[in-house]
């Protein structure tokens, strides 16, 4: 089970956290609805871990937020807001949840954001002490660490198309971004080992898989760039191989990248060896020419997408989860593969009897569930399988529109409601059928 500090915390002003990026985003009016409350789970957080322990899983991906706990990112630890984390993983070790702790999900301390933010070498500097810092507080019940989640939105959504915190739109920037992302990975991978000698330390890459529209040699060259840009370039440099030349070869001839930007030194740290590989998945995409450079093609928005597809506009596509884990462990061979997000947007609320009755997302996590399965029975190492997410929580700029919860939550009480989904669930987990999930 996974969710991440910015979409369920709330507590904005709580016991000296500062802003992130996000705050900021928020007051600017970039969120569809405000996130200074979202869950409320700052307060609500034993409620939340008694029905993580009803559900009965055997550990839980929850981030860390950088400015609850240096404010502002490289200075003053804030005790309070370590504690906090520090209650939480006690929380869970007492119910016999191993704790998952993502580093970085997004919520970069607004205070950097105002020096450059992670197209400053400076914040990968500040964001190996953070990860010192953390890991020495939470270190005696936590075994394993996620350092960055999901780069390629930061890099892109974040810096290139500016819909995302911090709101940048420049693809020399966005590349910068994206390389120190990495770099502050590598180097976060070696701090924690540093603190934590038997740490199993990682990092959690999004995919989507492309394949061409039709055969054409114009289709397929788009989704071989699609394909470079969304997940290769990440992928290979985290496992030695350095940038792909296709891609980089692109953005050099279209001076999206500094030519200085990438070092050997700097390819070395990248390329830290990890303990497992976070892959999260969601569906897949088919690229045509013109569609190489994204965003993700998907039905219109604002209309229903219609069956086959999530309340996001995303392809259902089990099969393309086996098919991507194959691929991954042919290519890159990870010694272990975790899906550290897996999950479904569906709006459907509770019936006149308060009853949520899920059925498509049931679907969809059995479809995936058998899915990694079935990787899994072909020799793929995936040792664990997190489902996104415990609750309905703040999806970006989408706000509470779009519900990927197990449990309902009620917008105005904040009443949690488990749906029929909790259920079913709780029966994968009590069957086994998935380690570590
Ligand atoms: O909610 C997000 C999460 O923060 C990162 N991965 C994708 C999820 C669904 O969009």
Redesign the pocket.
Known sequence: MAT?AY?IEGGRHEQGKGDSIWDRFSDLGRLRDPGDVACDHYHRWEEDLDLLARLGVSSYRFSVSWPRVIPDGDGRVNQAGLDFYRRLVAGLRARGIAPFVTLY?WDLPQVLQDKGGWASRQTVEAFARYACVVAGALGDDTTHWITQ??PWVTTMLGHRDGVFAPGISDWQTAMTVGHHLLVAHGMAAEEVKGVLPDAQVGIGI?CRPARAASDSDEDHAAARHFDGARNRWFFDPIFGHGYPDDVMRTYRDRRQIDPDLVTTADLAIIATPIDFLGL?Y?TTVTIGAGQEDGPDPGPESGKDPGPGYTD?GWRVDPAGLTRYLRHIHDTYAPRSILIT?NGASYSDGPDERGIIDDVRRIDYLRSHVEATAAARDRGVPVDGYFV??LMDNL??VEGFSQR?GLIWVDRETLDRTPKRSFDWYRGIVTAGTLAAS
């Open positions: 991440a979409q999900h989640n999901e999004d999260n969601y996001m997000e996104w997410s999806e970006w990927f």
